[in-house]
């Protein structure tokens, strides 16, 4: 079978003359085609070559227009299988553990805290620079307070458990469980939905673009992934190597450096051309003006527009990073209409305290956290089975 799929591309290649453009590699079509000059090209999993991979070669390539189809048993010898991914429903309660082993240490202090013999105002200090510390922010961290004093005014306990439930109850208010944590995904007509995925570089947005399809792709929606940072050339790469592994095609160019709106663009032609449900889009990390990132984001989002609509537009933040984290949210949330943040890294060395914190900053909720480093270790945010994490409920 590998000699008939090898033998089937040196064919492609002999037909095709000289030229330097890349080959289109295409797990869904079942064909080999060029595209046309500086658009950007499908590479779906099982690339291997430097031609899949995106990088121009020597080789001559097909005259335009040129097909090959391949029969449907090569096509489906030549594509992996994906594992199918666990639907998105109950994630984070499966790793809560993991969120658990950084969160337990701090609900811990201050359930001794509240538990002991005499809270006087010593003690009400400690628990508040607890909270602090906890990367929470100051303003939240004195109303916590505040209403866990007037709490404990109230019910005159020390029991362990009820001052766990009191602490529960109040972690609760200011995670806010009432807020719409719900990603906008559906199909618009025969429209894909379209995720925008924003950040700096360095707090896993590339993976996250990645993670997300998978959770997706989980709860049975297809999506295609556009390499919309094209400034950072790694980053195109990272995608491609996470897309193969997750299943999503990806639509990249085929030219260094080019213009990451036209990514876009051409990521959400080939969504609504292949009926795809969502197309998520991963954005340049490394613009150095805010300037210059509203123009890039602006100019990316009224593209889209032209076409589809864009449904949410994801920040994602490195929870470890704690106040520096919160600095590049204000940024983004002044440059772009953010519809709602991504937490990686919160089962590292991050506090707890940084949902609330963000939250707070911009008014809009965290919808997703990242728990670990396989693909199916991001979840959708869940605040009870995030505040019993840290409670040990």
């Known amino acids: 079978m590998e000699d008939l799929i090898i033998a089937i591309v040196a064919a492609v290649v002999v037909v095709g003359g000289g030229g330097g453009t890349l080959l289109v590699r295409s797990r869904h079509r079942h064909a080999l085609q060029a595209p046309p000059p500086d658009r950007a090209v499908e590479s779906g999993p099982s690339s291997g070559s430097s031609a899949a991979a995106g990088t121009a070669t020597a080789q001559p390539t097909l005259a335009p227009g040129t097909t090959v189809t391949l029969p449907p048993d090569v096509a489906a010898a030549a594509a992996p ?86 602490l529960r109850r109040e972690l609760l208010n200011q995670v806010g469980v009432d807020m719409d944590r719900s990603l906008h995904t559906a199909r618009h007509g025969d429209r894909p939905a379209v995720v925008l995925v924003v950040g700096v570089n360095g707090t896993g947005k590339t993976t996250t673009c990645a993670k997300l399809a998978r959770v997706l792709i989980g709860d049975g929606q297809t999506v295609l992934l556009g390499a919309a940072d094209t400034f950072r050339a790694a980053a195109v790469d990272q995608l491609q190597t996470w897309g193969d592994r997750v299943g999503a095609p990806v639509i990249r160019s085929d030219r260094e450096g080019a213009d990451p709106a036209s990514v876009a663009f051409d990521a959400v032609n080939q969504g609504i051309e292949r009926g795809a449900d969502v197309v998520i889009v991963d954005t340049a990390g490394r613009l ?90 991001m979840a959708p945010f869940e605040p009870e089975a995030f505040v019993d994490a840290i409670v040990g409920g």
């Open 81 to 166: 299988e994906v594992e199918k991914p666990p639907p998105s429903a109950g994630r984070m309660v499966r790793l809560r553990s993991r969120l658990a082993r950084s969160q337990s240490a701090f609900g811990g202090v201050l359930l001794n805290l509240l538990s002991s013999d005499r809270l006087d105002d010593d003690t009400w200090d400690e628990i508040e620079e607890t909270l602090i510390t906890a990367d929470m922010g100051v303003a939240p961290a004195r109303q916590l307070v505040e209403d866990l004093r007037t709490d404990v005014k109230v019910e005159g306990t020390r029991d362990p458990a009820e001052v766990r439930s009191m």
């Open 288 to 377: 150095h003006t805010k300037a210059g990132l509203m123009d890039e984001l602006g100019k990316i989002k009224r593209v889209i527009s032209r076409h589809a609509t864009v449904d949410e537009v994801l920040l994602v933040l490195d929870a470890t990073t704690g106040q520096n984290g919160l600095r590049q949210a204000r940024v983004f949330a002044e440059v772009v209409d953010v519809t709602g943040v991504v937490l990686t890294k919160l089962d590292g060395t991050a506090k707890g305290g940084i949902v609330i914190a963000v939250q707070r900053e911009l008014g809009v909720p965290v919808k997703l956290v990242g728990l670990g480093e396989g693909q199916d270790d």
